[in-house]
């Protein structure tokens, strides 16, 4: 099983050396039982995530006949995480270990790049930065 | 070849499509998905204009795909639910960065190139 490697160290040199430069931001998605999403939203908060919302939504049942019965639930929460680049690894990484060693918490996580958005005071919300430098 | 090796499809079908959405996708090997709920708008003038209800329910299909396999699934859910089937379905891909929680896809993929290659 291949195991999640936090951040290539290029990466993580590249963000450093430049400071000045606007965070990049990056939409963290991640899908989980619905009974876990208190859980790692409460967890997410601890990656410099600012806003996260949750949608509700339900797994595709592989096995017919247990969903039928009630059997199984595949209730889930997808919750959407505005994070900073330079966090984002670190959570994913976060996520990877607790994706297997909670009990009942298996899910994905994914981040999706982001192109561009407006206002500063929302870009400073978004990626936890003040006065355009470090916080 | 783009260079990120997942893509996330999200496909929005009117209400009730959200199995054929799979059905389409499991064919060309998608594990699963995840369906949200949603409410579709559409502007009236160009619903009369074209002569086309929409249907407010709608149901976002989110499906984590490698980028090998996405214009298979595509093609597909364009055949099944396109915008011209009952479905009315519009399907897109955005590329995905990194991916945590799909190791079985990896593991099974791995196995897939070994044995094609034996």
């Given at each position: 099983?291949?195991?999640f490697?936090?951040?290539k160290?290029?990466?993580?040199?590249e963000?450093?050396t430049s400071?000045?430069?606007?965070?990049k931001?990056q939409?963290?998605?991640?899908?989980?039982?619905?009974?876990?999403?208190?859980?790692?939203?409460?967890?997410?908060?601890?990656?410099?995530?600012?806003?996260?919302?949750?949608?509700s939504?339900?797994?595709?049942a592989?096995?017919?006949?247990?969903?039928?019965?009630?059997?199984?639930?595949?209730?889930k929460?997808?919750?959407?995480?505005?994070?900073?680049?330079d966090?984002?690894?670190?959570?994913?990484a976060?996520l990877?270990?607790?994706?297997?060693?909670?009990?009942?918490?298996?899910?994905?996580?994914?981040?999706?790049?982001?192109s561009?958005?407006?206002?500063?005071a929302?870009y400073?919300?978004?990626s936890?930065?003040?006065?355009?430098g470090q916080? | 070849?783009?260079?990120?090796?997942?893509?996330?499809i999200?496909?929005i079908?009117?209400?009730?499509?959200?199995?054929e959405?799979?059905d389409?996708?499991?064919?060309f090997?998608?594990?699963?998905?995840?369906?949200?709920?949603a409410?579709?708008?559409?502007n009236?003038?160009a619903?009369?204009?074209?002569?086309?209800?929409?249907?407010?329910e709608?149901?976002i299909v989110?499906?984590?795909?490698?980028?090998?396999?996405?214009?298979?699934?595509?093609?597909?859910?364009?055949?099944?639910?396109g915008?011209?089937?009952?479905?009315?379905?519009?399907?897109?891909?955005?590329?995905?960065?990194?991916?945590?929680?799909l190791?079985d896809?990896?593991?099974e993929?791995?196995?897939?190139?070994?044995?094609?290659e034996?």
């Amino acid at each position: 099983m291949a195991r999640f490697k936090i951040s290539k160290a290029k990466d993580v040199k590249e963000e450093k050396t430049s400071m000045s430069s606007p965070k990049k931001l990056q939409l963290l998605i991640t899908v989980v039982n619905k009974q876990k999403t208190e859980y790692f939203v409460d967890m997410l908060y601890n990656f410099e995530i600012n806003l996260q919302t949750v949608l509700s939504g339900h797994g595709t049942a592989d096995d017919h006949i247990k969903s039928l019965l009630g059997l199984t639930d595949n209730e889930k929460s997808i919750i959407i995480s505005a994070i900073r680049r330079d966090r984002a690894n670190e959570a994913l990484a976060f996520l990877d270990e607790k994706f297997r060693t909670v009990k009942g918490g298996k899910g994905i996580a994914f981040t999706l790049p982001v192109s561009s958005t407006i206002g500063v005071a929302i870009y400073q919300f978004l990626s936890n930065t003040f006065n355009g430098g470090q916080r | 070849m783009s260079k990120y090796k997942h893509e996330v499809i999200l496909c929005i079908v009117n209400s009730g499509f959200s199995d054929e959405v799979m059905d389409a996708a499991k064919e060309f090997g998608a594990k699963g998905g995840t369906v949200i709920r949603a409410r579709g708008t559409a502007n009236a003038e160009a619903e009369k204009l074209f002569n086309i209800a929409i249907q407010p329910e709608k149901e976002i299909v989110m499906i984590l795909v490698e980028s090998k396999i996405k214009n298979d699934i595509l093609h597909a859910l364009y055949r099944a639910v396109g915008l011209n089937t009952p479905g009315q379905g519009i399907a897109f891909t955005v590329p995905v960065e990194s991916v945590v929680g799909l190791t079985d896809f990896s593991a099974e993929a791995k196995s897939n190139t070994d044995s094609s290659e034996a």
